[in-house]
């Protein structure tokens, strides 16, 4: 009998044992759980707001691409850096046709930073596509279109073989018309369009 009542109370302790060992490790799951949840959660918030923070920058850059490119005023040693410019890009071409173009050659030497910024862009992009979905890209979609215009623009501006609009349509939208209180209409849009994507991306840099 006394054999008997040992062994029960050796079996009882053992499941007093075992219990609090699954109670324990059931806990040690439950924080491990909850850690890797947080860290998830940092680790997402952490890349939301690099993809944020660089995207809005590039898109910064872009504005400011896109009033340099809208600059009326041409000083001598812009163009001087032009024609050394093209001269480096396009080897092939004579002096005197790079000297007698040096102001379109302005714009193609402006032009490379805007396409130096939408290249940034697109790159941020993608990632930013893959944490929010196309909302981001429908936002980008309207910027998309004054960048297209401008450079359809220019291009029938400088080469009149290809122009299909008015040279005074053509004119307000390469020079910016109101340089003395900032913006036309056309630069008021690349505004609001820019400003639609800074508000879409502050809470996620915030």
Not at 153 to 160: E, M, R, S, T
Not at 161 to 183: A, C, P
Request: aromatic share 10%; no cysteine; charged share 30%.
């Amino acid at each position: 009998m006394k054999l008997i009542f040992i062994l029960s109370g050796l079996i009882k302790i053992m499941d007093i044992k075992d219990l609090i060992t699954f109670i324990l490790t059931l806990w040690g799951l439950i924080i491990a759980t909850k850690g890797l949840v947080t860290w998830r959660k940092q680790i997402k918030g952490t890349k939301e707001f690099e993809v944020a923070y660089d995207l809005n920058f590039s898109v910064l850059k872009l504005r400011d691409a896109i009033k340099h490119v809208r600059n009326p005023a041409i000083w001598p040693s812009e163009s001087s850096k032009a024609v050394e410019y093209l001269k480096a890009k396009h080897p092939e071409k004579s002096e005197g046709d790079i000297k007698g173009n040096s102001h379109a050659y302005v714009y193609e030497m402006r032009w490379d930073e805007i396409t130096n910024a939408y290249t940034e862009i697109e790159a941020r992009l993608l990632a930013a596509e893959v944490l929010w979905g196309s909302e981001i890209l429908n936002l980008i979609k309207p910027l998309d279109r004054k960048v297209t215009e401008l450079n359809i623009a220019l291009k029938q501006y400088f080469q009149p073989e290809f122009r299909i609009e008015g040279f005074d349509k053509l004119h307000n939208i390469i020079y910016n018309q109101d340089v003395q209180n900032g913006e036309d209409d056309f630069g008021k849009e690349v505004t609001k369009y820019i400003q639609d994507i800074a508000n879409y991306l502050k809470p996620k840099i915030n």
